[in-house]
């Protein structure tokens, strides 16, 4: 070292260089230090946001509670918030959600899966490449024009069949909502049975199965991991889905389990209450974000069921 | 030997039924949306043309356009994209490139999957809680584009994870052989490499953001709004100002929610050629992003 030394000092313009280099490589490396702590930053900040959701609903559900018991509100038969002698029984809005998505679910499921099926196990590839995203389009359509549809197009066509149906109903925007989540059973579940190893596939045709029977005994069970993810992601939208009830299902909050009748899902009266312009910090105020918690805790107890039910189904080749 | 004969034709014949099944409901469902676009098409044309687009709302429907919100969904989709593409790239490129296996990345991984999945109205109760009561940001553009920016951040970390993990290992392994830091690799090498599959992410995350109603909704943007917002763009140095953040805003999907559910159903149809307009954007811009995917892989795999 020293005897470089010593020839560096007998040429100052390559000590020079040296030294140069010295600091642009300290240099380099603060740069690359900071990039880092950046980018720690903007990825730590999505917890942040969590933290902003979780609390916000939270705090002002504590104010709710404040006035109206935990009992009354999980137990209560009426939703009347606004009126001078308000109610908050939460069944009703429940009711409502639990309804349009239970009709949704029965159109998405089993046509969505029967896409699935289809496009991975019986579709060419060439087949395969121009249908699915013609079906990634459909997810595409902005939520607000399913409402157009649920109430100007499906619902009048309902009631050609059923006479009877008001034009506010949980059927309609159920239907379109299920039309809406197929592409997501469609495609997630496609992309997860294509994932299952061709070997399985041979093993199966080498013993003399059809297509059918390979799809629905080898491949559809192999990727239930992943399809059942498809199922949860469709059932957290159907639930979440606001703005094809607000349009098509009615505002009135409504107990009851039949599709035909007009109900408030716990989304529609959100949006109900928000159009109307409600004091900070009233009660009314809060019972918005009462019923965002109900929502988010329903979706979150939904996803850990899936949770649980993935990691039991999990298949590891 | 004839048993077996006619359990191998039952078989084959459920076989082909499933066949045309699947075919028919994927035609069935595409055939459906087609049909529904068609209707709304045909309802919208009496209001479909360029005053359309040049007029304000107006309580005259013959006279009512959606100038005010082509221009708010502009601008709000300005200030969208500004919090939600840095972010979402910087967090993607953090873990991808940067994170170790820890419990703090475990935790901001799940984190990511949920803010996915939590329902949009929630993210418009947050936004009025949180930035409008809480910090005083108001009821405007600011605030939307904020919230929405932050409902599709998950997309644009997810795309960008995705698009850097496609970088060969062997390119970064020849960069830090050169010499060169981390950054160094990742600002010359992977970023550069997977801008266009961040740009296809980016583009789907858009054009979500775009239809989004209902987080709107919540923090109350108006639904008469016969202005425009203050021009970005002055005449005068420094010659750019932000005044607009700060004002009262509708956008397209604000628009035909409160034309579809007037009780006056002339408005209907301005509620149907709003549509199609919204329509127009969101799916072109998929279609784009689509065609932007085709390439890429194209590309990757030539």
Known sequence: MSEATAALAARPAAARKLRRSRTSGARRKLADRLAQAVLFVAAAFCILITVGIVGTLVYESLGFF???S????????EWMPLFSEPRFGILPLVAGTVTVTFVALCVAIPVGTTCAIWLSEFA??????????????????????FGYFALLIVTPALQVLMPDLPGFNMLGPGLVIGLMTVPYVASLGEDAMRAVPMALREGAYAMGATRLQVALRVVYPAALSGISAAYVLTFSRALGETMVVAVAAGMQANLTFDPREPAATITAFIVQVSLGDLPHASLGYQSIFVAGLTLLLMTLAFNVAGYVLRKRFREVY | MTDMARILRRRRRADAAFAVLGALLVVLCLGVLAVLVVDLVRDALPRLGPEFLDSFPSRRPEQAGIKSALVGTTLVMLVTATVALPLGIAAGIYLEEYARKNWLTGAIEINIANLAGVPSIVWGLMALGLLVYQLGFGRNILTAGITLGLLVLPVVIVATRESVRAIPQGLREGSYACGATRWQTVSRLVLPGSLSGILTGSIIALSRAIGETAPLITIGALTYIAFLPPSPVTSAPPFVSLAWLESEFTVLPIQLFNWVSRPDPRFLSNAAAAGVVLLAVTLGMNTLAIFLRYRLRKRYSA
């Open chain 1, 124 to 145: 060419s590839p060439r087949l395969r490449e121009v249908v699915k995203p013609l079906l990634e389009l459909l997810s595409a359509v902005p939520t607000v024009v």
């Open chain 1, 70 to 77: 935990l009992v009354e509100f999980l137990t209560g038969t």
């Open chain 1, 66 to 68: 404040a006035h109206v």
